[in-house]
């Protein structure tokens, strides 16, 4: 049982045995009542001692400071820290104090969870404590977790603040670091003031399918799965938009939905494979209007969180008070390069993005070549809320054709300290044209293009059937939440973001010890090439040695202080 076990883990588990030869359970079934916390504790106690005389409260002991017949400890709930007080003679009343001596004592860990009842009492130093007068174990914990200190001033030393660790391991950094817990439950409030601001204007929340038969509805790579009852090839949604809209023409006038996508691309600080996004579309609508829409909803967003418009993002102070500045794509690049691409053809922007030192290749059509000039020198200079407006038809299949303006579409984005947030559409409801725009984004996967939107015949007849004037918006949830806590990286403010796989170490027999010595330390080799080299070796010592492994082909061999790893790719 102690194979691969620190002394820590392996003392726990023998203080797991004890309890349980003493008749304590450990892991109890039964409820546990609680009618008080530790936040609630510390704000109010002063103002109503009366109320706190007889107090249930459950948590994990963070610190413990034995002294004798008489104890202190620290208790965290889900709401902060509290100090709490054990007397021996007040927990043991009668001649047995194992549960004080042995149990509290000896056999109790920082990390484990218990119940307390008691009574809430100020120290001769004036801390808010809770006296004990009952100890209920909940759960044994058996890995100790990361000492973090903290000295009077509130500094923090030895702190859980490895970045892969954190995120690996959310259930340990919310634990040794609880001021992280902010962070999420200022995202809960961000979908929860959105989501009351929609439900107020009689706007439906809906569900649509997260397995799609057609990708579609935005510009990007798919992941793709099968269906063996179907026997059919089916995606995770990029985007939720056109069954969305489809809702529209059966004759809802506003529907939402705060949901899950998944684009199979790359990740970065602001990129997660799988990330939340709210769509909404309102019947009888323009962009114009939910330009204001937006303004509207996001200085309530800010109030929510921070009590007024403006959010500190760095080194910025940004008001998300309307109203937003308002640029054309073409006056932005034009703002910020001194270039008009306006008038030009694929040819010359393609030229122009070369003479910019941007890279392109043969796949990108002309709406792609301005979004790479876009992307690269206007961008980050967008700190304040801007609306980047009226992009050219072919970066937007799916948007309706400008009023007044050839070649472009009526079209936002809304960019925030250099990200992009929302986009938003007066949405295309001409089914002639709306196939069309599918068949130009054909061409552009024949190209090479493996982000370009798929054909959705039935999404077309949806629209002759008739959609009315539309306006539709996305919003990167993610990216708001960053934006409002003040985060510079999106696994911040996911819970769980995606991570590689954890390398795990298996450690060698005797025989693949002398197999795997054949192998250079660091290098690559197929199983196959292996055998090949152990002729004096019968089939049968070979099929022994690889029962162990795990059926891989690729292996690795490499050393560390423990000794000889085998890894697997």
Not at 188 to 197: C, L
Request: aromatic share 10%; proline share 4%.
């Amino acid at each position: 049982m102690s194979i691969g076990l620190s002394e820590q883990e392996i003392l726990r588990r023998e203080s797991l045995k004890q309890l349980r030869e003493l008749g304590i359970n450990p892991y109890p079934a039964e409820a546990y009542e609680i009618n008080a916390n530790a936040a609630d504790i510390l704000a109010n106690y002063e103002k109503d001692k009366t109320a706190y005389k007889t107090i249930s409260i459950a948590g994990r002991i963070m610190s413990r400071n034995i002294m004798g017949a008489a104890s202190f400890a620290e208790l965290q709930d889900s709401t902060g820290r509290i100090q709490i007080y054990l007397k021996r003679d007040e927990l043991c009343p009668d001649e047995d104090k194992t549960l004080y001596n042995t149990v509290f004592k000896k056999l109790l860990d920082i990390g484990d969870f218990i119940g307390i009842e008691g009574y809430v009492f100020t120290t001769q130093t004036g801390e808010i404590s809770v006296h004990v007068k009952k100890l209920t174990v909940l759960s044994k914990s058996l890995r100790p977790l990361p000492i973090v200190k903290r000295d009077e001033a509130g500094n923090v030393y030895d702190g859980f603040t490895n970045p892969e660790l954190r995120y690996r391991m959310r259930y340990v950094d919310l634990t040794v670091n609880p001021d992280y817990k902010q962070i999420f439950i200022n995202r809960s409030k961000v979908i929860n003031t959105m989501r009351n601001y929609f439900d107020s204007q009689g706007w439906m929340e809906v569900e649509t399918p997260i397995l799609q038969a057609v990708h579609g509805g935005a510009a990007a790579r798919p992941f793709a799965t099968h269906h063996n009852t179907l026997d059919m090839p089916l995606f995770l949604r990029i985007a939720n938009e056109l069954y969305l809209k489809r809702l529209i023409v059966a004759g809802f006038d506003g529907v939402y939905e705060f949901g899950k996508m998944f684009r199979n691309e790359g990740m970065d600080r602001t990129h997660n494979p799988e990330f939340t996004s709210m769509e909404i579309y309102v019947a009888y609508k323009d962009y114009v209007w939910m330009m204001a829409m937006v303004e509207e909803c996001l200085e309530k967003v800010a109030v929510a969180i921070h009590g007024k418009s403006t959010v500190k993002v760095g080194e910025y102070e940004i008001d998300f008070a309307g109203p937003y500045e308002r640029l054309t794509m073409y006056e932005s690049i034009q703002k910020y390069t001194g270039i008009d691409v306006s008038a030009m053809s694929e040819t010359e922007i393609a030229k122009t993005c070369k003479d910019l030192g941007i890279e392109i290749d043969e796949s990108m059509g002309r709406g792609k070549l301005i979004d790479e000039i876009f992307g690269e020198k206007v961008e980050a200079n967008l700190i304040q809320p801007t609306y980047i407006t009226d992009y050219p038809i072919e970066m937007t299949p799916l948007a309706k054709k400008h009023r007044t303006k050839e070649g472009l579409v009526e079209r936002f984005e809304l960019f925030v300290n250099g990200k992009e947030i929302a986009n938003a559409y007066s949405e295309l409801n001409d089914p002639i044209d709306q196939k069309e725009r599918f068949e130009d984004q054909l061409k552009l996967a024949a190209r090479g293009d493996d982000e370009a939107m798929a054909m959705d015949d039935d999404f077309v007849r949806a629209l002759e059937y008739g959609m009315p004037p539309t306006s539709g918006l996305g919003i990167g949830i993610d990216r708001l939440v960053m934006l409002m806590t003040n985060q510079s990286t999106i696994q911040e403010v996911l819970f769980f973001p995606q991570m590689r796989p954890e390398k795990k170490k298996i450690e060698l027999t005797a025989e693949e010890t002398e197999l795997f010595a054949l192998v250079k330390e660091g290098e690559q080799c197929l199983l196959s090439d292996i055998k090949a080299q152990l002729a004096d070796w019968s089939n049968k010592k070979w099929d022994t040695t690889l029962k162990g492994l795990t059926g891989k082909n690729i292996l690795k061999v490499s050393k560390t202080d423990e000794g000889l790893f085998l890894e697997h790719k």
